[in-house]
């Protein structure tokens, strides 16, 4: 039983992984958390996020095959996987949109 929920979980890793190579190129956004709105996204909002990324997964692969015949394959995976990716992975600690915050250190040019 263990062996058989380990390989369920590291599919699971694997596919939210090549699904998350996508996600890397996300807009700047221009937001300035407070430090309270980066602790509660921390400690409560990542690991809620993260929980939604992994069970939309396991939604997508089993509903897939319906996907596949429904011709929404794409959209089910963009709303089930790579939403909450972005949502987990691809934002600024306390940020409420989903992106990269734009750099702020400014270099000198030598």
Excluded: W
């Excluded at 596919?15 to 980066?38: K, N, Q, T, W, Y």
């Excluded at 692969?61 to 394959?73: D, E, K, Q, R, Y």
């Excluded at 939403?83 to 949109?97: I, K, N, Q, S």
């Amino acid at each position: 039983m263990t062996a058989h929920l380990t390989r369920i979980l590291t599919t699971t890793a694997a596919i939210c992984m090549l699904a998350f190579a996508s996600v890397g190129h996300a807009r700047a956004i221009d937001e300035s958390p407070s430090a309270g709105a980066m602790a509660v996204d921390a400690v409560f909002a990542r690991p809620v996020l993260l929980a939604t990324t992994i069970v939309g997964a396991a939604v997508y692969i089993v509903s897939l095959p319906f996907s596949l015949l429904g011709g929404n394959a794409k959209e089910a995976g963009q709303v089930l996987v790579v939403g909450p990716a972005e949502a987990t992975f691809v934002r600024c600690l306390g940020c409420e949109r989903s992106g990269r915050k734009e750099d702020t250190v400014v270099q000198s040019g030598n």
